[in-house]
């Protein structure tokens, strides 16, 4: 028995050797496979979602409004334009002068357009201060200047407002004359409207502004012109 175990000791010693040969040239797989189980189910594992932000509503502030030529007149000024200017007007309106009066008192110039929306929503306004303005005894003129391209459509609406409405106004037809007139008065000659010029006694722009006007400007341009 005691050779036969000896035998077998020496005959299995040689194959646990090789075993363990082979077990430290070949790499385990455990780590690998293990890491990769993890990253599958890190991947597919749900992540919490995150809190909604709460939303701020912040309350907004309305902008001071500014006043009228901001509160002053230009010092000098530029001389106000003499260049041609066509005119148009309603069937049966009278014609307007052929040359604007653009002196002898405060004038004020409004540029406009049929097709322009805030323009036609102050005509009635801007013509209201001058009533009160002339009725007051103040030397106030109004002209309307259309810089309409379309003749008919100015046409139109002329014809469809009211007696006491805008039913003539002065027009600077597209070219040259709008060019002209527009470049001699310091504005674009594509402007953006409404636009206003507000002329003093002597002819000279004495401000220029852009954008529609409000009811509260009114009370700006009394102090203005020396209300």
Known sequence: MTFVRSLRASFLLPLAVLACDEAKERPSLAPAERSQVIERKGNTTEQPSAAPTPSVTTASTPKPRKALCGGKLDTDGTRAPKKPISRMAAAGEAELAEDPALSGGFTWVNFWAAWCVPCREEIPRL???????????????????????????????????????????????EGKEREDWLTAAGLSSD??????????????????????VEDADYADLVSLIGG
């Not at 953006?192 to 529609?212: I, M, N, S, T, Y």
Request: proline content about 4%.
């Open 127 to 173: 013509m209201g201060w001058q009533r009160k303005l002339s009725g007051s005894g103040k030397a106030f003129r109004l002209h309307f200047v259309s810089v309409d391209d379309d003749e008919r459509q100015l046409q139109k609406f002329l014809g469809e407002q009211p007696a006491g409405g805008l039913r003539s106004t002065y027009w600077l037809k």
């Open 191 to 212: 402007p953006e409207l409404p636009v206003h010029l507000l002329v003093d006694a002597r002819g000279k722009v004495r401000c220029r502004v852009q954008g529609a």
